[in-house]
């Protein structure tokens, strides 16, 4: 299996100009401690691997390349070296086509968090379409949702090709995705995606950008925190500040990995607590926060 075998059946092989992997965040090695296997084999043959942020470590970068040459941007929840080493925009021309890349975040933490507000998806797409016309582009590969979709407007196609990891210590990655962006000798182009879990087809988001942003996130991301815990993290959200809330989110990070491996049914206060109890990385005073929280 290799990128070439997901061309559209219609398509000639011989009016292709290039053919591009479309990567999004990994999160690595926080939330996924290794790139599922089939990435390499369904990007195989890719000229080139655009990957729209929250990389993580840039050594994930360096495994990709191992398929073809990588070109990145940063996001809102990345490293520290992956902020300061990679762009928060970028055009990237291919075969004639000119591609922007972002990870559509609002540098401004305020502005961030105002646009997380409200369910209109479409409202939020015009923002990735308005930036590609700034920059003259033809196509727009965006992250940050992990939402796989293709929207078009006004000669602009936005694609999300989904995500690796999950949105946070607190969600599951229902479906891991990657998409495979044609591009022709005649600059038309068509893009695929494809569900790593079952890479021998391609996939379809199935993604009404009409119905809401909530029910597409809904679609690829799913609790793993009981009711509980849940009432719990929100007051984390309130209290802490950034660093701290980053800390713990560290923490409970190593007992998330298990509720992905199937090894916990769930996030619950008593696990949840008893790694960040037996945390040596606590400063006292975050320490004593997190005890009034718990209790």
Known sequence: ?????????????SALAAVVGLVSDTHFPQRCRQLPPAIFDVLEEVDLILHAGDVGLLSVLDDLSRIAPVIAVHGNDDTTEAERELPYQLVAPVAGVRLFLWHSHHQDPAAERSSRIGDDMIEKLERTV????????????????HIPLIYRRDGVTVVNPGAIASGNEFMRQLIQSVALLYVMKDRSHHIVHVDLANPRCPFEPGVNVHGGFAAALNRYSASIVTPELAAVVSELRALLTPDELRLVRAI????????????????????????LEQSGDL????????ISIFD
């Open 252 to 275: 409970v990070a190593q007992v998330a990995h298990r509720c992905w491996a199937g090894e916990l049914p769930a996030l619950d206060l008593g696990n949840v607590w008893e790694q």
């Open 130 to 145: 308005t930036a590609a016309q700034r920059a003259g582009a033809q196509i727009a590969v965006f992250g940050h949702w």
């Open 283 to 290: 400063p006292q005073n975050l320490r004593e926060k997190l």
């Open 1 to 13: 299996m290799s990128a070439l075998a997901f061309l559209p059946v219609s398509v000639e092989q």
